[in-house]
């Protein structure tokens, strides 16, 4: 198990909380892996806490589809199958075709540049080859977009596939070398936001989370048929 790191007591927060907050970002970070059992003994002492919030934040992980209990077994950090991932980037296609189709009519001039400085940022992380530089840099660029939609029933929804799409691109960036396609496709969606073409925003924003699902499933095939 990667070192997940001792926690902060802060007094204002239950302990609980505090348990379940960490371990639900060690999850979506990648700290701890699909798959990986979850040791209530263990994590405590890795994190100096009693048992008794650990196990709380397990049943509460556990009812968010983090992680699954099997029986005589124990805990395991949930999988990602190929169908979490199908239906969850068809959704995200669509909507995010629709924040680029409503954010290139919308969008200020602010806004475009701080697009494309996000979008250089990716590319400086590629070139540095940090991992998690390109995951925060790919976020925050899809995020200046779907800000710039003006939608926040939209940007609700979107928020709702949050924990599962951040599980994906942590997966696709740090077992999958492909980033050349990503810099390309930000370009893409950069260029016809600047040029307030909100028809070819929605085309190719889609076709990038599309190719991006296209590319996860086909690895995720592999490694589960090798």
Known sequence: MKDIGRIEIEQYKPLRDIVFETLREAILSGKLKPGER??????????????????????????????????????????VSIKDVLNVLEIRASLEGLAAS?????????????????????????KENNKEGMIQKDTEFHNVLLNASRNDKLVNIVEGLGDQVQRFRVIYFTEYKNDENIKIEHSRIVDAISKRDSEKADEVA?????NIGNYLLNQITQKKEG
């Open 102 to 126: 409503l954010a290139a009519e919308r969008i200020t001039d602010d806004e475009i540049k701080e697009l494309k400085e996000k979008a250089k940022e990716f590319e400086q992380m590629s």
């Open 38 to 79: 979850v040791m209530e003994v263990q994590l405590a002492e890795k994190l100096g806490v009693s048992r008794t919030p650990v196990r709380e934040a397990i049943r509460k992980l556990e009812l968010e589809g983090l992680l699954v209990m099997i029986p005589r077994k124990g805990a395991y950090v949930a999988d």
């Open 206 to 210: 889609q076709e990038h989370i599309g």
